[in-house]
């Protein structure tokens, strides 16, 4: 009976370090591919922003801020900002957004002449 125990602390510990080593990859894999997409311009305009609160038990302190834009196309691009930009970043404004991948670079907003 001893020896079963034994047997079935054994895999449930291989699952947690196979599961734990998934986890790993997974996010080096999302990193590598977000850095590695060229960087991007298009027309836009800043149509919404909202904050979340994270779970506490996450290590993510503070809240997180989005803005979403609209582009030319049509296509919505809600990308995660920082909490400078997302206190002054203005609703209905165009401006040239920067991004890469699903990263905020920047947005200059049109000057008014």
Do not use: C, W
Request: overall charge negative; hydrophobic content about 40%.
């Amino acid at each position: 009976m001893g020896s079963f125990f034994s047997f079935l602390a054994m895999i449930v510990f291989f699952v947690i370090l196979i599961a734990f080593i998934v986890t790993i990859v997974r996010s080096g894999t999302e990193t590598y591919h977000r850095s590695t997409v060229p960087p991007a311009n298009a027309q836009a305009r800043a149509v919404s922003k909202r904050t979340e609160t994270p779970p506490e038990h996450t290590k993510i302190k503070g809240d997180l801020h989005y803005v979403t834009f609209t582009l030319d196309d049509g296509q919505q691009l809600e990308l995660t900002v920082s909490p400078n930009e997302y206190e002054t970043m203005e609703f209905d404004v165009e401006g040239e957004l920067y991004y890469q991948g699903t990263r905020f670079l920047s947005f200059e907003p049109k000057k008014i002449l």
